[in-house]
């Protein structure tokens, strides 16, 4: 079965600094999905990465995947506040397989 | 464009009643996805349609849970005899799902319905 890890589980930082949350899945998986929320509202897609070394950047947020590690990392550099949310890793469980695991979230919160 | 519509977005029923809870997707998407999300948790899967029939419905805690999706587009999921432990919000997703691009799209989010057993 897969299992999905995040940490930390709570974050709190200052605006200006860096930081990486992190995202350990159990199995085998070929897609990793990063999503944020907002309080009370739905799930907005960040980032996939599809493939070993991948890395994607927008903004002040940046995913990697290790699949040989099976690790991936949300950098996030020079916080703001409107950084603050909950971000949840989401993986596939298995090749062509849709249904994804989601990790239990990182909150997030920027204090000016 | 629009995006995934839930409704309604709010639903409080009594123990051991029975409810549906509607998903519209976005137009074009052929693959629908529910998950259901408890306070301070992440999603968690519960059924998966490509077209109409479910693909994978290996999340579905017991056999009070149902859902269907009869044209392929609006998909309904139907909670019989629910129970406290029920109350959670309930998310549906979708995608657009082309062949030889299969499993590597991203599943939009709608706004959830948040169902309360009293």
């Known amino acids: 079965e897969l299992k999905v890890e995040q940490n930390p589980l709570f974050l709190s930082m200052q605006e200006g600094k860096n930081y990486t949350i992190y995202c350990n899945y159990s199995t085998t998986s070929d897609r990793l999905y990063w999503y944020r929320q907002d309080p009370g509202k739905s799930l907005e897609s960040l980032f996939v990465?599809?493939?070993?070394?991948a890395v994607k950047q927008e903004g002040r947020l940046m995913a990697s995947l290790d699949t040989k590690a099976r690790l991936s990392t949300l950098h996030i550099t020079a916080a703001v506040h409107d950084l603050s949310a909950t971000y949840f890793c989401a993986v596939a469980d298995s090749f062509g397989n849709e249904k994804l695991t989601f990790g239990t979230g990182t909150r997030l919160t920027i204090i000016p | 464009g629009a995006g995934v519509s839930q409704t309604p977005s709010n639903k409080v029923t009594e123990k051991g009643k029975y409810v549906e809870l509607r998903c519209d997707p976005i137009s074009g998407h052929t693959a629908l996805y529910w998950y259901r999300q408890s306070l301070g948790q992440g999603p968690e899967f519960l059924i998966y349609f490509q077209g109409t029939g479910a693909a994978d419905d290996s999340g579905l805690p017991n056999d009070r849970f149902f859902a269907v999706r009869p044209e392929g587009s609006v998909s309904t999921l139907k909670i019989q005899r629910t129970e406290r432990g029920d109350s959670a919000v309930y998310l549906c997703?979708?995608?657009?799902?082309?062949?030889?691009?299969?499993?590597?799209?991203?599943?939009?989010f709608g706004p959830g319905t948040r169902l309360t057993v009293l």
């Open positions: 990465l599809l493939s070993n070394g």
């Open positions: 997703a979708s995608s657009l799902n082309e062949r030889g691009l299969a499993g590597r799209d991203t599943q939009y």
